[in-house]
């Protein structure tokens, strides 16, 4: 009796957790991750508490040990970041695949289970296209939560998503999941058609998406895919071998042509017009992050610490409008940057290690699981090579995106990674390598990894939610009092939240504009601890060193502002932010000729610069006159 409550505890809650994720927690934060968050933490604590799994195949050895390797590393080193904010973002999101690929691994490894996360992906495929139906309809900046838009509005579908690169992305990983199983996978007729007609319909939506990188990482897929297939035909009907190869090479030229001809027009825009290769801001990206990585190369400047890194680090070859990066766009640069070599060397493993047990399984399949079966269609090889594939191409495309900190994406992509550590191979010739203590240390990592997550979910979640509240406040008399009461609620679930302190340090120092002296001093104050406190957890931000410093002015503390302001040069020298700081600073106090050489040099800056500087150039110039 407990343990079919604990089972379907297992199944009760991963299933919706998967759904709700691939639906909401479609962005790099955390916000709309929690509930995903929370049902997956519930799910990996009850799979602990079930016990004994029967399982038809294990998972293998290797494979566990390297992700146990690879995710305890991460997590080291996200306990051990300079800012606990950016840090947890990768933590939830590694604990979270963990709990997927566990569950992917053992207690759905039974191939009825894994076909029912296949339907939950079509449930999510659908849901993507319709979205994406709206925007071509012309309502481009539509989001499927209220109060939201997207903020790229280029004429590219999303989805749930909002930037198009990623829902290409989970759209080619449905597809090729998809065609294997059409393919291979012995499905009933009807089924196949349904997955075929799924199949073409993510492959047409994704030049919709105009990702080149997609484009590529889809092409890498389908190779991996169509030598695999035709692999595997040739070892189990050799006479249809040729007939075979020369009908795929058709199809595929056919195909390429078609989706060339159809949407050639749009794919120009993004391969021709403006926005070629060579122009592309990912190469001045990456120089910041090898900049970062060589700050400490052997462990990396902490998790998501590229956020900062990409406007320290910020190469003077970048155009002068290219916005922050936030992201390396290349995941394996950001492992190095952000992990430094040990992160990448254990993730190499981890990929190296999963692909060599699939095809593991492939050769097990054609020489011992074939003859004795004489059937080549099976649905664990439908699984094994479509997630194959699907991985090989998320793999690829990771050379020029970030997809992997979406999890929308890195959920999907962990449960693959737990198909790839446990495809179905039964009763094997040669004994599989088993390693001591691998699974009690297995558990004991689940439990600990879905307790924490529920944990976070309850205290940092509800933090996250708080912060969003006072983010989006209506505008009206009393919405600092309703911005700070909102943050402070926050603060006191989560105080190491360097976000809640910093909103809050600005909302007082706003309802301290336009009072006397005597009214704003004191909440002048109360926002200089507020920002000295958000400063203390996180030293890296520009943006909190000159807002410190503009209230350390307004309180007299010259050398404190000072202060500040050399750090934030320090932080972002190539920017214009703190430039006009600096000279914004000397202008107040009636230093002019200092502010002078301030405004022009502000007007020097190679990033984020704007018009601003001109205005208060010339109010300095009106100042200074003698009168």
């Known amino acids: 009796m407990i343990q079919g409550l604990t089972k379907f505890g297992v199944l009760g809650f991963s299933f919706p957790a998967l759904l709700v994720a691939g639906v909401v927690a479609t962005e790099t934060r955390s916000l709309f991750y929690w509930p995903a968050c929370l049902l997956l933490g519930v799910a990996g604590v009850f799979m602990v508490l079930h016990g004994r799994w029967r399982l038809r195949s294990a998972p293998a050895d290797i494979c566990i040990v390297t992700t146990l390797g690879f995710a305890s590393y991460l997590v080291w080193r996200d306990f051990h970041s300079p800012v606990i904010s950016y840090a947890r973002e990768d933590l939830f999101l590694v604990l979270g695949c963990g709990v997927t690929y566990a569950l992917s691994a053992t207690a759905m490894s039974d191939a009825r289970l894994r076909i029912a996360v296949l339907w939950i992906m079509a449930a999510l495929v659908i849901g993507n296209l319709a979205v994406s139906f709206i925007h071509i309809s012309g309502h481009w900046r539509f989001h499927i939560l209220p109060s939201y838009l997207r903020t790229i509005d280029s004429h590219r579908i999303g989805g749930f998503f909002n930037n198009p690169n990623h829902l290409a992305a989970f759209l080619y990983m449905a597809a090729l999941l998809f065609l294997g199983m059409a393919i291979l996978g012995g499905l009933h007729k009807g089924w196949r058609l349904l997955l075929g007609i799924l199949t073409l319909a993510c492959v047409l939506a994704v030049p919709l998406t105009v990702s ?361 020298p190539l920017f214009m932010e703190p430039r006009l700081s600096v000279a914004v600073h000397y202008h107040r106090q009636g230093r002019y000729s200092e502010a002078e050489q301030g405004y022009l040099w502000a007007s020097d800056a190679t990033a984020g610069r704007d018009d601003q500087w001109i205005g208060l150039y010339k109010q300095l110039l009106q100042d200074a006159l003698p009168r």
């Open 212 to 572: 080149r990188g997609a484009l590529i990482g889809l092409g890498a897929g389908v190779s991996v895919l169509t030598l695999l297939s035709l692999w595997l035909l040739r070892r189990a009907r050799p006479h249809l071998f040729l007939k075979s190869v020369f009908a795929v090479v058709v199809f595929l030229a056919l195909a390429a042509f078609s989706l060339f001809s159809v949407f050639s027009e749009r794919l120009d825009l993004r391969f021709v017009d403006g926005t070629r290769w060579d122009r592309d801001p990912r190469t001045v990206i990456w120089k910041a992050a090898l900049a970062q990585y060589h700050m400490n190369p052997e462990m990396g400047a902490g998790g998501r610490m590229f956020y900062s890194g990409c406007i320290t680090y910020r190469s003077p070859d970048s155009a002068p409008w290219m916005k922050d990066a936030l992201f390396a766009h290349n995941e394996y640069l950001q492992m190095l940057a952000d992990y430094g070599w040990i992160g990448l060397t254990l993730a190499i493993l981890f990929v190296l290690a999963h692909l060599g047990n699939g095809w593991r399984y492939l050769r097990w399949f054609v020489r011992e699981r074939l003859p004795s079966k004489g059937i080549l269609p099976e649905k664990n090889l439908g699984f094994a090579v479509g997630s194959l594939a699907a991985l090989c191409a998320l793999l690829v495309h990771a050379c020029f995106e970030f997809h992997f900190h979406v999890p929308a994406i890195a959920l999907p992509a962990a449960f693959l990674f737990g198909i790839m550590a446990n495809p179905g191979i039964e009763n094997p010739a040669r004994k599989p390598l088993r390693l001591p203590l691998v699974r009690p240390l297995w558990k004991l990592a689940l439990i600990a990894s879905g307790a924490w997550m529920a944990w976070g979910a309850c205290t940092v979640g509800r933090a996250d939610y708080c912060l969003e509240r006072a983010v989006l406040s209506p505008v009206k008399p009393d919405a600092d009092l309703t911005r700070i009461l909102w943050l402070t609620k926050g603060l006191e679930i989560d105080p190491l939240n360097d976000a809640l302190w910093y909103d809050r340090g600005l909302a007082r120092k706003e309802a301290a504009a336009g009072k006397t002296d005597v009214l704003a001093r004191p909440i002048l104050k109360l926002a200089a601890s507020d920002l000295e406190a958000a400063r203390g957890l996180n030293s890296t931000d520009m943006f909190m060193a000159l807002d410190l410093a503009d209230v350390y002015d307004g309180l007299n503390a010259t050398e404190d502002a000072e202060r500040c302001l050399r750090d934030a040069l320090r932080l972002a």
